[in-house]
């Protein structure tokens, strides 16, 4: 079974950056979809970004020009740098991979953003 890990969460300022990682734990199927979503406190987890093993990007409204989301076939490794954070970005971030016939997600990364 394929596990996802999740690094790079944290507190910071609003106006501020931050990247998060997350990296699957053994080599996965080279078709598949991975991303970010996110739930804060009393919310849905909602969609942040995701991205297809052939670099097809799509974002939430809310993140578009400010996050970015790439990822490292290679090292089975996506990424999402935030710029321009916004304290509405609080939330705890998951990630996400899909694969024809799993869906997996992470344990989850807590980003706060202080006003």
């Known amino acids: 079974q394929v596990q996802l890990v999740e690094s790079g969460g944290g507190l910071v300022q609003a106006g501020g950056s931050l990247r998060l990682s997350c990296a699957a734990s053994r080599r996965i199927f080279s078709i598949n979809t991975m991303g970010w979503y996110r739930q804060a406190p009393g919310k849905q987890r909602d969609l942040v970004a995701t991205?297809?093993?052939?670099?097809?990007?799509n974002y939430a409204d809310s993140v578009k020009g400010r996050f970015t989301i790439s990822r490292d076939n290679a090292k089975n490794t996506v990424y999402l740098q935030m710029n321009s954070l916004k304290p509405e970005d609080t939330a705890v971030y998951y990630c996400n991979l899909v694969l024809p016939r799993l869906e997996v997600w992470g344990q989850g990364t807590l980003v706060t953003v202080s006003s």
């Open positions: 991205i297809t093993s052939r670099g097809n990007t």
